[in-house]
């Protein structure tokens, strides 16, 4: 795949892993429609892109998920279509179970999958008249691998990769892809913004996330799996990377392992 004026839309696009995504992407000649809750930052990764003409902007909640069908007919008239929708929206959170308000575990998974369904299911009809679409989905490495602090994130993660292998499953013969990418630790504003129980935000960086992979090198690599039209990638430091194998063939050694896991 040449990414050379393909139309990619891109959520999540005001910071993080989409922003550096988009502007890695617009590098390669892509056409980026860019959406987010923030307009204003979204104007400012629009002039950090190669091309700012080739870059518009589309304002969307994920949270208010039952008014996206007028948010895709105005991302498929920006530039008359889309080959690529990258899902990559969404909220982390950062507290136990038991002090969890059950308000925030339903943000939680209204945002990151019920959202992301909605919009996906919106343009679905498009891809499939055209013979042709790619969903790129941003879920978790605790997609996977369920951690303390994590638990509604980790549901919403678990829950994307049900539903979009199961799609991409029923619309192969439409020449219909998905890939997952599945991060580990990128050091970007998650952890900052971060639900805590009682639905704030936590305000503060993980020392991990500190730590993680610079959003600039993630950007590349994601590229190149969506390039390479990969079903699942794993983008992550070696531990993280080994947890997704250990929980594949030694679960009760992973389980041993996460109860030891600092949870500070």
């Avoid at 998974?109 to 019920?114: P, R, S, V």
């Avoid at 369920?146 to 990769?161: E, V």
């Avoid at 799609?167 to 990418?181: K, M, S």
Wanted: aromatic share 8%.
């Amino acid at each position: 795949m040449d990414f050379s004026n393909k139309i990619i839309w891109i959520t999540g696009a005001s910071s993080g892993i989409g922003k550096a995504l988009a502007i890695e992407l617009s590098n390669q000649s892509a056409k980026i429609i860019l959406s987010s809750r923030r307009k204003e930052d979204l104007k400012l990764v629009k002039n950090a892109c190669k091309s700012s003409s080739e870059v518009k902007i589309v304002v969307l909640d994920l949270e208010d998920y039952t008014n996206l069908q007028p948010k895709v007919d105005e991302a498929l008239a920006a530039f008359g279509t889309i080959d690529i929708l990258v899902n990559n929206g969404g909220i982390s959170q950062r507290s136990f179970v038991k002090d969890t308000n059950f308000s925030v575990d339903k943000r939680i998974m209204d945002i990151n999958y019920l959202g992301t369904v909605a919009l996906s299911k919106a343009i679905l009809p498009y891809f499939i008249k055209n013979k042709k679409g790619h969903f790129v989905v941003t879920t978790s490495i605790v997609g996977k691998i369920g951690t303390p602090l994590r638990s509604s994130y980790a549901a919403s993660k678990h829950a994307l990769h049900g539903f979009f292998d199961s799609l991409r499953a029923e619309h192969h013969q439409d020449n219909i892809l998905v890939t997952l990418v599945c991060p580990g630790f990128v050091n970007t504003n998650v952890s900052k913004n971060a639900l805590t129980g009682n639905g704030s935000p936590q305000q503060k960086m993980d020392v991990a996330t500190a730590n993680g992979i610079d959003p600039i090198h993630f950007a590349k690599l994601m590229a190149k799996a969506i390039k390479n039209k990969k079903e699942e990638v794993y983008i992550a430091g070696a531990k993280e990377k080994l947890g997704v194998y250990a929980k594949r063939f030694f679960p009760k050694l992973l389980s041993i392992m996460i109860r030891k896991l600092s949870v500070t």
